[in-house]
């Protein structure tokens, strides 16, 4: 029996992804930065552990405390909508400590296991943002291509050793905390100075009003697939929008 071990999971794509790996039989780690009673249901299969991906600490702590696993999906991030001129360094650095610097450290902590026997998944959840060029999205949208690129030339690194690695390129999902954090840190009196307002606004109108959205079960599939796939491919757009700007891209 495989083990995954997938951090992010408190909501949306982690939850589900880590609910669909159960499903489907494996033995799930859980990984959220505060554990919260309820959030996933108690199985032996299924174990919730603690982890900060931007404490190395917490990252050690957690690994020596599960043992060997054999796929990891780095699903864990923050979110940032806003104008760049409004958005300050130091919530830059917030970003990207979450969502390329811990990305980097849990893929680094997990490679010697998988190395050395030969095999081994790693996924990176980044957005589809990164097949688009998206107004309010600078600072995300430059932590997640920096994801991209890093997998990208990771895989080439990992592939003589047997070991894969993916990513996967959710669409925007409406019910999911991520995205009514993202939308609130759009809102004008936050990282929209001003001058931006209201075409801040009006951008924001146009996107929630799009007819094409992503499911928590498009991303969990999505991660499926790309953790059994041998065929080479790097990249897995999730759900409808994010195919349709993959497609046109």
């Not at 990305?103 to 097949?131: D, H, I, K």
């Not at 998206?134 to 895989?155: D, I, N, Q």
């Not at 990282?191 to 009003?209: H, N």
Request: aromatic content about 6%; glycine content about 8%; hydrophobic content about 45%.
């Amino acid at each position: 029996m495989k083990t995954v071990l997938i951090t992010g999971t408190s909501s949306g794509y982690g939850r589900e992804t880590a609910l669909h790996f159960h499903a489907q039989g494996w033995n799930v780690i859980a990984t959220m930065r505060t554990p919260r009673p309820g959030v996933l249901p108690e199985s032996d299969r299924l174990r919730v552990v603690e982890l900060d991906v931007t404490e190395p600490e917490s990252i050690t702590a957690a690994l020596d405390a599960v043992g060997p696993v054999d796929v990891l999906v780095n699903n864990a991030g923050v979110p940032s909508m806003g104008v760049f001129e409004g958005t300050p360094m130091a919530r830059v650095r917030e970003v990207f400590e979450t969502n390329t610097f811990g990305v980097m450290a849990m893929t680094q902590a997990v490679l010697p296991q998988f190395r050395e026997r030969g095999s081994g998944v790693v996924v990176n959840v980044t957005s589809s943002v990164v097949l688009g060029h998206m107004p309010l999205t600078a600072v995300y949208k430059a932590s997640k291509m920096a994801v991209e690129g890093f997998t990208a030339s990771l895989a080439l690194e990992l592939a003589p050793f047997g070991v894969r690695a993916k990513t996967v390129e959710p669409g925007a999902c409406l019910t999911t905390n991520f995205a009514a954090n993202a939308a609130k840190s759009a809102s004008p009196d936050e990282l929209v100075p001003a001058p931006y307002a209201p075409w801040a606004q009006k951008v924001m109108g146009d996107f929630m009003g799009q007819d094409q959205f992503t499911k928590e079960s498009d991303v969990a599939e999505t991660v499926w697939r790309a953790v059994h796939d041998t065929t080479g491919q790097l990249r897995f757009p999730a759900g409808a929008d994010a195919v349709a700007l993959s497609q046109a891209k």
